[in-house]
């Protein structure tokens, strides 16, 4: 069945009809013609369909079109200036060598953005679980890791809870 | 080397803009006027007989333009044994065989046209495993070849191991296992082939080897009875390569082949369960291995065979052994080696190149036998590698000659950096392994070059027309430095144009770590030649002598009065428009003096060779098994760094992929068929899992590489695994001898040693119970 829905999409309103069993991903790429949003699995194991939806990143892969409906929708098309410029993020990946093939980059610069407009102070710990769901094969991560400190506003100073989780406790003594 | 401007620096990535904003267009992204969609029906079985193919049904569906089987297509041979072909005739040998396939006018309606395939199979008796398989009676998967192991010459002996082995105050000897891991790249694969009306053919498709796969692509379309037409390959931005686009693929022959049928352009995009299935894995390897050395720990011989697990056709992982050869017969100084390597047909998954090729298998048992060689002789770990270390001026056994060498420099580096000495915890431990591997090119192909064009125009700025291959690594940025290096010029001034063999010169492909180095002097001889013209032209226009003139940020200046200049853009349009006017080109093959191996395997393969050691803290917890890497620091010479941030990109990159090889990754095979094929039970390591890793560079200055650089795409994942191996014997004395090193393999050596059974009881108590522990 398909059906109308509006969202915002890049920060312009849109209306289109869109079929009932279509993915987000399917609507941004395939419909919309936007390819910087890339399929790396199609399940939801890599990451890199991540865009931003009212904030979230999100798998776009295993988000139905339809549900955006009412929604703001931004994906990687929609982060640099009308005139080109670069995005801090983007900037910081490609300063900080946070970019190989950049098959993942998108995915990864889109879970970032979600991270650092929600906490521009950001902790290491914080970067490594904002960006866990998305895989790199390249990187190693490390230079991501790094692109992404360098977007952020710095760690804050002080003393600072930070949640110790499965693998990062520390050593049994 | 004095006053660099360019070479040595951080600069990003040329194309890391068009990556960041999504504007870079990978094979997923292109879409041609009229493209159909191409999808393959694999096999159902190992090893069967096709009775019978019915596809009336699949073509009686709407939108379906094209199926085709076995039998409907020539007899086009593929791979470095030219033992399979696109579509599978007769029988199959593995499960990812392919056996028919569609071609129709959307994805959904080529997949809804597969199901529709009903193909009659009759089972035949399967070998998976690769030493079962070289024994008299097993089933053959190519009955015309008559055995199972492949008629290929892996054999050396240099020196005397026997009388080595008798004279040999310690030896060790142990048997290694390492399985299959693949390439994991995040775009997958993917090629669109379209035919003009004369049939001459383009392809746009994911490839390391743009030259050879044109001329693959030729031969097959020769078969096709398309004599004498032209083959055009077109890279898209590659979604990382690692080695798996090293050879050409059936998919590739079957969009060919359904291209000629519709006469549409024709694409066939993976998904990822799909590259997971129908790609090539690193080859798994059985290695027996004895090493020894006399009284003072000096190696007096290194004893190996080996046996492979080549699948059930051959690409370039059957060739591997070839690049084994040289750490077996030159990690450290051995005079005396022997080595034997057997390629066995199976029916599993065929190999192919990654990441290594060879080298990860070859070090993995070379570098845990000389922790254990040190062990038995009472020599530290370290100051065992540094006895034997190769040095600046040695010929090894096999004719590799050692220029440039910071092994010493590189194992005192990791010392240093890793604290090794410092008082360790309970279950702390550390480790570490050296490489060596080709760093100035390898000549496994007639010819290793690379050729260049290069064209100014009215303003300065550079086309530059390379046969390399950029998937990621960054060849594009390192080959504008060194040009922009030479003409005085800024990177920015130059467009790097590497994705279409109509445009650009031949290469033999992205592999061998050669790219810097091969490409790399490829640039720079085409830049020093437009150099040489754009003195001449302005020793005439400033009245000054040659030697007197250097080209610096954008000008052709006086090196005794900086006041006499001129910007070379300027200079460029004087002489173009002009009578008898002239531009800027030139070109440029540069082929390194590197030498086919010989009669037994001697020969310099390589102009040079990259060292490195890698040392690892770890900590292992007793109870679980689990090993937690503390610390990492890889040290590598790599003649010089053309920039800094790349090369860490590669060595972190390629310790993370070595980190997952050693500990993680698997592609589980369960009598042929791939167990796991997604990212939720392959298990990459994610950002959680990034480990603190130091890379510090130590650069030799290599004559012969460009501005003295080496290759360093490979070694990052080359002695991790043994590295690592080694830190965990450090830690609670266990030696692990399989990979990948799981929770559950370190815990069953731990109990072993204790004398317990899997399950930690007593041996010979409850004997009514059974223990099984499930591995993967």
């Known amino acids: 069945m398909a059906r109308e829905i509006t969202f915002t999409f890049n920060g312009n309103p849109l209306t289109l009809t869109v079929e009932d069993h279509w993915t987000l991903l399917h609507l941004i ?44 929708l931004v994906t990687i098309e929609g982060l640099a200036a009308p005139d080109g410029t670069l995005h801090p993020i983007q900037k910081a990946f490609v300063e900080h060598g946070g970019i190989q093939c950049g098959f993942c980059s998108p995915g990864m610069i889109m879970s970032a953005k979600a991270l650092l407009d929600e906490n521009a102070h950001a902790a290491e710990v914080e970067i490594k679980e904002a960006v866990a769901g998305n895989l790199c094969r390249c990187t190693g991560y490390v230079q991501i890791i790094e692109s992404i400190k360098a977007a952020s506003a710095g760690e804050p100073e002080g003393p600072r809870v930070v949640a110790w989780r499965g693998d990062d406790l520390p050593p049994r003594s | 080397m004095p006053d660099l401007q360019t070479v040595g620096k951080r600069i990003p990535k040329i194309d890391a803009a068009d990556k960041a904003t999504g504007r870079a267009r990978y094979i997923q992204d292109l879409t041609l006027p009229g493209m159909l969609y191409g999808r393959i029906l694999y096999s159902k079985y190992a090893h069967a007989r096709i009775v019978k193919i019915n596809t009336e049904k699949a073509r009686a569906l709407p939108g379906v333009r094209a199926v085709l089987t076995g039998d409907d297509i020539p007899d086009i041979k593929m791979g470095v044994y030219k033992d399979n072909r696109p579509l599978k005739k007769g029988k199959v040998c593995s499960y990812r065989d392919e056996v028919a396939a569609v071609a129709a006018v959307d994805p959904q309606t080529a997949r809804e046209a597969l199901k529709l395939i009903e193909v009659t199979y009759e089972p035949l008796p399967a070998i998976f495993d690769p030493e079962a398989a070289m024994r008299e009676g097993s089933p053959l998967v190519h009955e015309g070849h008559k055995t199972n192991v492949l008629r290929m010459p892996w054999k050396l002996h240099y020196g005397d191991v026997e009388a080595a082995r008798q ?21 997958t694969s993917g090629a669109i082939a379209e035919f003009d009306p004369a049939n001459h053919l383009t392809i746009h498709t994911n490839t390391q080897i743009p030259s050879l796969a044109q001329k693959d692509f030729l031969e097959a379309l020769s078969v096709m009875g398309l004599k004498e037409r032209r083959v055009r390959v077109i890279k898209p931005c590659i979604g990382g390569g690692f080695g798996s686009k090293l050879d050409t ?36 390897t059985v290695t027996y291995i004895t090493q020894g050395c006399d009284r003072n720990g000096k190696l007096l011989f290194r004893d190996i065979r080996m046996v492979l697990d080549n699948g059930a056709y051959t690409s370039w992982g059957a060739t591997t052994p070839s690049v084994m050869m040289m750490p077996i017969t030159t990690l450290y100084r051995v005079p005396n080696v022997r080595f034997e390597a057997k390629c066995v047909y199976t029916n599993n998954t065929y190999s192919q190149a990654m990441r290594g090729y060879g080298n990860p298998q070859a070090t993995f048992a070379i570098e845990s036998t000389i922790d254990m060689l040190a062990e038995a002789a009472g020599i530290a770990p370290i100051e065992f590698r540094r006895i034997n270390a190769n040095q600046p001026g040695d010929v090894s056994t096999q004719g590799l000659r050692i220029t440039t060498c910071g092994l010493t420099e590189c194992m005192d580096t990791v010392k240093t950096r890793l604290e090794w000495d410092r008082p360790k915890a309970r279950g702390e431990g550390v480790g570490c392994a050296s490489l060596i591997h080709v760093g100035g090119g390898a000549r496994v192909y007639k010819s290793d070059g690379c050729g260049t064009i290069i064209k100014m125009d009215d303003y300065g700025r550079i086309d530059l027309f390379t046969g390399a291959t950029d998937m990621g690594q960054g060849s594009e940025t390192v080959i504008a430095q060194i040009v922009a290096e030479e003409l005085g010029v800024n990177v920015d001034d130059i467009h790097v144009i590497h994705s279409d063999t109509d445009i650009c010169p031949w290469d033999v492909g992205a592999h061998a770590s050669r790219t810097t180095f091969v490409a790399g002097n490829a640039a720079r001889g085409a830049a020093r030649k437009i150099k040489a013209r754009i003195l001449e032209l302005g020793a005439k226009e400033l009245n000054a002598p040659i030697e007197k003139l250097v080209l610096r940020c954008r000008h052709i200046q006086h090196l005794d009065e900086p006041e006499t200049k001129l910007e070379i853009g300027k200079l460029l349009r004087k002489a173009h428009f002009n009578h008898g006017g002239q531009m800027l080109m030139a070109e440029y093959f540069y082929d390194p003096a590197n030498e086919n191996m010989g009669k037994d395997f001697r020969g310099n393969m390589s102009m040079t060779y990259t060292f490195g050691t890698h040392g690892v803290r770890v900590q292992v917890d007793e109870e679980t098994g689990k090993v937690k890497i503390l610390n990492y620091v890889a040290a590598h010479d790599v003649g010089r760094a053309i920039n800094p941030m790349l090369l860490e990109g590669q060595v972190y990159g390629g310790v993370m992929m070595g980190v997952g090889y050693a500990l993680c990754e698997q592609v589980i095979l369960e009598k042929g068929e791939t167990m796991n094929p997604n990212f939720r039970d392959y298990k990459i390591l994610t950002a959680k899992d990034v480990i603190p890793i130091e890379a510090p560079v130590l650069e030799t200055h290599d004559p012969d590489g460009p501005f003295g650089a080496k290759g360093i795409g490979e070694p990052g994942c080359v002695p991790t695994a043994p590295a690592i191996a080694n830190a965990i014997y450090d830690a609670i004395g266990v030696r692990i001898t399989d990979l990948p090193i799981t929770p559950e393999r370190v815990l069953a050596a731990i109990r072993e040693k204790k004398g317990l059974d899997l399950c930690g009881r007593k041996r010979g108590v409850d004997p009514g119970e059974t223990c099984v522990i499930e591995e993967g």
């Open chain 1, 29 to 72: 790429r395939e419909e919309l013609g936007t390819t910087g949003t890339k399929e790396g699995c199609g399940s939801g194991e890599c990451g890199a369909c991540t865009v931003i939806v009212d904030g979230a990143a999100v798998n776009s892969c295993l988000y139905l079109a339809a549900e955006i409906n009412g929604r703001t």
């Open chain 2, 249 to 284: 693929y059936a998919y590739e022959y079957i969009a060919i082949l359904l291209a000629y049928h519709t006469r549409r352009p024709v694409k066939i995009e993976f998904d990822r369960t799909e590259e997971f299935l129908a790609t090539s894995p690193r080859q798994p």
């Open chain 2, 167 to 187: 004279a040999a105050a310690f030896t060790v000897s142990e048997r290694f296992t390492t399985t299959w891991v693949t390439h994991c790249c995040m775009g």
